[in-house]
T-cell receptor
Framework: LAKTTQPISMDSYEGQEVNITCSHN???????ITWYQQFPSQGPRFIIQ???TKVTNEVASLFIPADRKSSTLSLPRVSLSDTAVYYC?????????FGTGTRLTVIP | KAGVTQTPRYLIKTRGQQVTLSCSPI?????VSWYQQTPGQGLQFLFE???????NKGNFPGRFSGRQFSNSRSEMNVSTLELGDSALYLC?????????????????FGPGTRLTVL
């Protein structure tokens, strides 16, 4: 069964670009890669989803290499309000795994 | 459009009791998924319902069960509660299609029900 691995925590200064990488060596052909953000005492919130190459929306970019065994969430110019836990999730038939999550702390 | 609502928000039970949690999805959404979140295990998938049918199930014992009604509202039941069942239980809804698990739709999460088992 496909699982994901992420760094447990990361620190960044305000205004910097942050890249969080998720490893998913056993990703299945049907799996989509999705990232969620979670603040304390709230449910996760969708950030971005992709299948391959690069996807960009108003808040983040998602880079997926050709072999799809990893993915990188890129947050441009983070602010204090981006301090949260970020989860990498594989979506597909019979696959619904959240990663362990990466706790991002943005420092003033 | 109203978001996903979960009731109750907080619950305290004792070992051996059973509990029922409720989730009302966003209007028009047909897929409802349940997750358990604990500090030690993180976010774990329990099951997903689509059109009143359980479509996928995570690796939890049979004490955890659920159902979905014709209006897409869903309930989750945990019987014979154990201390380890203390967790935040999250419900998520998505439009869903008949094509497969969650059909790659964005899921909208509710605020969760905080269950404490004493």
């Amino acid at each position: 069964l496909a699982k994901t691995t992420q760094p447990i925590s990361m620190d960044s200064y305000e205004g910097q670009e942050v890249n969080i990488t998720c490893s998913h060596n056993n990703i299945a052909t049907n799996d989509y890669i999705t990232w969620y953000q979670q603040f304390p005492s709230q449910g996760p919130r969708f950030i971005i989803q992709g299948y391959k190459t690069k996807v960009t929306n108003e808040v983040a970019s998602l880079f997926i290499p050709a072999d799809r065994k990893s993915s990188t969430l890129s947050l441009p110019r983070v602010s204090l309000s981006d301090t949260a836990v970020y989860y990498c999730l594989l979506y597909g038939a019979n696959n619904l795994f959240f990663g362990t999550g990466t706790r991002l702390t943005v420092i003033p | 459009k109203a978001g996903v609502t979960q009731t109750p928000r907080y619950l305290i039970k004792t070992r051996g009791q059973q509990v029922t949690l409720s989730c009302s999805p966003i209007s028009g959404h047909r897929s409802v998924s349940w997750y358990q979140q604990t500090p030690g295990q993180g976010l774990q998938f329990l099951f997903e319902y689509f059109s009143e049918t359980q479509r996928n199930k995570g690796n939890f014992p049979g004490r955890f069960s659920g159902r979905q009604f014709s209006n897409s509202r869903s309930e989750m039941n945990v019987s014979t509660l154990e201390l380890g069942d203390s967790a935040l239980y999250l419900c998520a809804s998505s439009p869903g299609t008949s094509g497969g698990v969650s059909s790659y739709n964005e899921q909208f999460f509710g605020p969760g029900t905080r269950l404490t088992v004493l």
